[in-house]
C-alpha cells in the first residue's frame, strides 16, 4: 500500500523559502505516476500546487509558477517543494499527493497526512 | 482557470437518508471530475474518478453520475461514518488545469 509522508519546518519566516519534502513508501518514484503538491490554506479550499514526474518534467499553478520549484530524488525516493518569498496567505496545510498530471492518472490518490506551515515572524 | 461551484455548501441528514450533493463546473470538463471524501484532520480520499468509477474499496453506496459541466455524488443511505466534507475535482489539458470545489459539508440532522 501506497504511502506517502511529508516533512519539514512548521514556522517560517515572511519573505524566506518555504521547503519541504515528501517521502513515498511501498513505491517507486520511478513508477508511471506524477506526484503531486497540494495545499489548504486554514478554512479554505484546496490549491493544486505542481506536480514532477520522475525524469524532472514539471508542471505549475500558473498563480504559484514564478515561486515554486518541485524536485525529485530518485535514489531516496522522494520529491521536494520550495516556494519562495512567502507571505501569511503561504500559510496553510501542504500535501503531497500521487497522480493529478499526467496519462496514468488525472486523480490525486492517495495522499500523505499532512504539515502545516505557518509564516509568522 | 475552470471554476467548480458546489452546492449546497451545508447538507443536514439523518442516517439512512440518501444525500445527493452536486459540483458544477464553469466549462465542460468531460466526464473528467472526480470526488474525494475529508473528515476533520485527515487527508482527502479519492472516492469517485471519470465522474462516475468508484476507487479501490469504496463502498456501493457511494455513486457519481454526470458529464460536461454537471456532476452529482449520490450517498444511497447515510451511514454515521459518511458524515464528512466532500470535494469534487478536476483536470483540464488544454491548458493545463486542475481546481477543486470548495467543498459540501456533510452533517448530522
Known amino acids: 500500500q501506497v504511502q506517502l509522508q511529508e516533512s519539514g519546518p512548521g514556522l517560517v519566516k515572511p519573505s524566506e523559502t518555504l521547503s519541504l519534502t515528501c517521502t513515498v513508501s511501498?513505491?517507486?518514484?520511478?513508477?508511471?505516476?506524477?506526484w503531486g503538491w497540494i495545499r489548504q490554506p486554514p478554512g479554505k479550499g484546496l490549491e493544486w500546487i505542481g506536480s514532477i514526474y520522475h525524469s524532472g518534467i514539471t508542471y505549475y499553478n500558473p498563480s504559484l509558477k514564478s515561486r515554486v520549484t518541485i524536485s525529485v530524488d530518485t535514489v531516496k525516493n522522494q520529491f521536494s517543494l520550495r516556494l519562495s518569498s512567502v507571505t501569511a496567505a503561504d500559510t496553510a496545510l501542504y500535501y503531497c499527493?500521487?497522480?493529478?498530471?499526467?496519462?496514468?492518472?488525472?486523480?490525486?490518490?492517495?495522499w500523505g497526512q499532512g504539515t502545516l506551515v505557518t509564516v509568522s515572524s | 482557470e475552470i471554476v467548480l461551484t458546489q452546492s449546497p455548501a451545508t447538507l443536514s441528514l439523518s442516517p439512512g437518508e440518501r444525500a445527493t450533493l452536486s459540483c458544477r463546473a464553469s466549462q465542460s470538463v468531460s466526464r473528467y471530475l472526480a470526488w474525494y471524501q475529508q473528515k476533520p484532520g485527515q487527508a482527502p480520499r479519492l472516492l469517485i474518478y471519470?465522474?462516475?468509477n468508484r476507487a479501490t474499496g469504496i463502498p456501493a453506496r457511494f455513486s457519481g453520475s454526470g458529464s460536461g459541466t454537471d456532476f452529482t455524488l449520490t450517498i444511497s443511505s447515510l451511514e454515521p461514518e459518511d458524515f464528512a466534507v466532500y470535494l469534487c475535482q478536476q483536470r483540464n489539458d488544454w491548458p493545463l488545469s486542475i481546481t477543486f470545489g470548495q467543498g459540501t459539508r456533510l452533517e448530522i440532522k
Open positions: 471519470d465522474a462516475s
Open positions: 499527493a500521487r497522480g493529478g498530471v499526467g496519462s496514468a492518472s488525472r486523480w490525486f490518490d492517495p
Open positions: 511501498s513505491d517507486s518514484i520511478f513508477s508511471d505516476y506524477y
